[in-house]
């Protein structure tokens, strides 16, 4: 298994900048895709944006052109940089990997980390 600890979140002013990391405690070999989820008081669970084992990316069309995912495979880690953040983007934001398999996937998650942006 993987665990998955997020870190990076914070207070920050309306247009401001964050950059989220997520330090996983094994190698990234057998991950098929790592994504960034959020999570705001009384709504669900959304992707944010995801990143493939092959470099493909996928954003939330609410982040189109502010966020950007990447992965560090040789630390272990997968960062969110966030850019022109608005208030709307306040949640708990979650890391996540997926590993799949024929007939299963594995699903880990970290425990999460706030971002606050105050107008």
């Known amino acids: 298994q993987v665990q998955l600890v997020e870190s990076g979140g914070g207070l920050v002013q309306a247009g401001g900048s964050l950059r989220l990391s997520c330090a996983a405690s094994?190698?990234?070999?057998?991950?098929?895709?790592m994504g960034w989820y959020r999570q705001a008081p009384g709504k669900l669970r959304e992707l944010v944006a995801k990143?493939?084992?092959?470099?493909?990316?996928n954003y939330a069309d609410s982040v189109k052109g502010r966020f950007t995912i990447s992965r560090d495979n040789a630390k272990n880690t997968v960062y969110l940089q966030m850019n022109s953040l608005k208030p709307e983007d306040t949640a708990v934001y979650y890391c996540?990997?997926?590993?799949?398999?024929?007939?299963?996937?594995?699903?880990?998650w970290g425990q999460g980390t706030q971002v606050t942006v105050s107008s």
């Open positions: 996540n990997a997926v590993e799949r398999h024929p007939e299963y996937d594995n699903d880990y």
């Open positions: 990143i493939t084992s092959g470099d493909s990316t």
């Open positions: 094994r190698s990234l070999f057998s991950i098929n895709a």
